[in-house]
């Protein structure tokens, strides 16, 4: 009997996330996407087959038993020979920094962008995480079945929010009614829009020199100007620089149509890069995990816990960076416990028969008693330590107000355990006795304040504070000392010790970093 060798699995990985302002249409793009690769048998589905059986009674028992809904988490599928982990991000209301945690876990990211609206808010800061680690970005421009902005009005939108350069690979022929297709700029092929078609509306790619027969004489005329225009101004793609986060590859179509999602499937595959060398500690020293090293290593990017309050389950999401993974190993923490990974949580790409096995680039969920936390690195020997899951600077801060002053000690607890599993921040300012809550969406704060009152039966009033924003200090003990002494009203420590500085306004901390150059005032702090 032959097994592959690992380093030929871990690089059939494509690992990923879809990054986008609500409502403009990942939801619908992850089901066509799912629906083009032939996979609409999500995660939580694939488990019916008779050869996960096994996985599938797991599965289920820890949903039924903990409640803890997990199916979404990670949809795989296989295309082209890859295997592709499109890790879910939850979207609306619910942002909260496990979105921003899950871009630590992807290699590359699909940002969706509405064609009528362009680079939206939540869009920035998303593309602004993807930075901290120069994930890279290929765009999806949807809708273009409603009417749409210019798509030259789109990349400058792109280029001047985001610092991007735009490669755009097609170009569309015009908008709305009038939507005619795009034009694939590489193969010069015009692919035409067949509303009616059914299933999908990509209709066969034609020739260049046959596209005018298809369109309107003031469309074609439109696109044929549009293209000149591109193929003379437009810089041209860049597998490097797109792989460094400096250029973004630029597709469109309308998600809600079916039209243009085989193409994104098919530039996916041809560029999204696979897990990459990861940055760890090991034994004090610096050092690089490669993928397709021997020891299995990876880290918790996303801890779910039961909203029953007579369960303190939770189940770990463990993107693995390296080595071959197996159900029933035994794996140990950076902080040195051990625990036996008996019944992992594995995600499957359709008919894949190692269910057993995992590997860099793969997810598996661990159910847990609180073990493991956000940030935590696991490895067999123990001895990595990955360069960390950053926090982000909360958006929102709210100070604890006890009802009964008695309950303070409980209440520390109870915001700390919180803390610790990454439901919200905690800050104990320098002056005074209050706790100081952070959280960079409002359902954080919601889901924390029901937990206090659920689990630790406290209660407790979440009231404004008057503070904007949180910015870890870094520079030289003497500085930060110096600086903390000018500011102790606006000083904090957070639960590791380290010195935050509570800012009535985003002004203040511009301001602050003007005044003390010597200071940095970070906006995401790595948890090790
Ligand atoms: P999300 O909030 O980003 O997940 O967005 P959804 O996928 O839920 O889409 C938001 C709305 O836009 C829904 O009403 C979709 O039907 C609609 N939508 C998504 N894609 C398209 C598209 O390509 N064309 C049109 N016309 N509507 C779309």
Request: glycine residues 8%; contains cysteine.
């Amino acid at each position: 009997m032959t097994t592959t060798p690992p380093s030929a699995e871990w690089a059939t990985r494509r690992t990923y996330a879809i990054i986008s302002h609500p409502d403009a249409g990942k939801t619908t793009l992850t089901e066509n996407l799912l629906f083009a690769a032939g996979s609409i048998r999500l995660a939580g589905q694939v488990r019916a087959r008779g050869e996960n059986r096994r996985t599938r009674s797991d599965w289920m028992k820890i949903e039924q038993d903990r409640g803890i809904s997990v199916s979404a988490s990670v949809m795989t599928y296989e295309h082209r020979g890859l295997t592709f982990n499109l890790l879910d991000t939850p979207g609306h209301e619910d942002f909260s920094e496990d979105t921003y945690r899950t871009l630590t876990a992807a290699d590359s990211a699909i940002m969706v962008l509405d064609a009528a609206r362009g680079v939206e808010p939540r869009t920035l800061k998303l593309v602004e995480v993807c930075r901290l680690r120069d994930i890279p970005i290929l765009t999806f421009i949807n809708k273009l079945d409603r009417e749409a902005l210019a798509p030259e009005e789109l990349l400058d939108d792109i280029q001047d929010k985001l610092a991007l350069d735009t490669a755009p690979m097609q170009w569309p022929a015009a908008s709305g009614q009038r939507f005619g297709g795009v034009m694939d700029l590489k193969r010069d092929a015009f692919i035409p829009f067949r509303p009616d078609a059914g299933e999908l509306s990509s209709g066969r790619p034609v020739p260049a020199s046959e596209m005018a027969g298809l369109l309107s004489d003031d469309v074609h005329g439109e696109l044929v100007e549009g293209i000149d225009m591109a193929r003379e101004l437009c810089p041209a793609y860049n597998q490097q620089s797109y792989e460094e986060g400096h250029m973004t590859p630029v597709y469109f179509g309308s998600a809600l149509r079916r039209f243009g999602v085989v193409e994104l499937l098919d530039a996916l595959a041809e560029v999204a890069p696979g897990p990459q060398v990861e940055k760890a500690v090991v034994r004090k020293a610096e050092a690089e995990i490669a993928p397709g090293d021997k020891q299995v290593s990876g880290f918790v990017f996303k801890v779910q816990a039961n909203m029953d309050p007579n369960h303190r389950d939770r189940v770990a999401f463990v993107r693995l960076a390296s080595g071959r993974f197996k159900r029933g190993m035994k794996l140990k923490t950076d902080k040195g416990k051990s625990l036996t990974v008996s019944s992992p949580i594995m995600f499957f790409a359709q008919d894949r028969e190692i269910a057993d096995e995992a590997f860099a680039g793969d997810v598996i969920g661990i159910p847990n008693h609180g073990l493991l936390r956000v940030g935590d690195s696991l490895s067999e020997a123990g001895d990595i330590l990955f360069a960390g899951i950053p926090n982000f600077a909360p958006e929102i801060l709210r100070r604890a107000r006890l009802a009964d002053p008695l309950k303070a000690k409980h209440l520390k607890k109870a915001l700390e355990s919180l803390a610790e599993e990454g439901v919200t921040q905690l800050f104990r300012p320098v002056i005074g006795g209050d706790f100081i809550v952070g959280a960079v969406g409002q359902l954080q704060i919601e889901v924390m304040a029901e937990r206090v009152a659920a689990e630790y039966g406290i209660d407790v009033t979440f009231e404004a504070a008057p503070y904007e924003t949180a910015r870890w200090i870094s520079g030289s003990d003497a500085d930060i000392e110096k600086f903390a002494d000018r500011h102790k009203s606006a000083i904090a420590e957070d639960i590791d010790g380290d010195p935050v500085f509570l800012a009535k306004s985003a002004w203040e901390v511009s301001y602050s970093e003007e005044k003390w150059p010597d200071l940095k005032f970070l906006r995401a702090k790595e948890r090790n």
